[in-house]
Nanobody, 112 residues
């Protein structure tokens, strides 16, 4: 089970931190990712972090978002800064290894 939290409404330029707490799988064995989906668009990859802690980012969020993981807490985070209205979306966490699991999504709304 993947439980995402931390979404909300913020003004442009603001910050939010999303959390995704994982249970039922061996968290440290999974690469973790954040995806987002805005109205009328396909779900897109925002950031990923490997089991070893290496991270990649979508070009649109590089320098503004940071993904991290705490294996002791079975939690992955997405620190989002300098938020823009175009970051408005439902954000989903994803665990991927041999199998793929999705969280329920958390809404982020950025107003101008």
């Amino acid at each position: 089970q993947l439980q995402a939290s931390g979404g909300g409404s913020v003004q442009a330029g603001g910050s939010l931190r999303l959390s995704c707490e994982v249970s039922g799988i061996i968290f440290s064995s999974y690469a973790m990712s954040w995806y987002r989906q805005s109205s009328g668009k396909q779900r897109e990859l925002v950031a990923s972090i490997t089991r070893g802690g290496m991270s990649i980012y979508a070009d649109s969020v590089k320098g503004r978002f940071t993904v991290s993981r705490d294996n002791a807490k079975n939690t992955v985070y997405l620190q989002m800064g300098s938020l823009k209205p175009e970051d408005t979306a439902v954000y989903y966490c994803n665990a991927n290894q041999q199998f793929t699991y999705w969280g329920q999504g958390t809404q982020v709304t950025v107003s101008s």
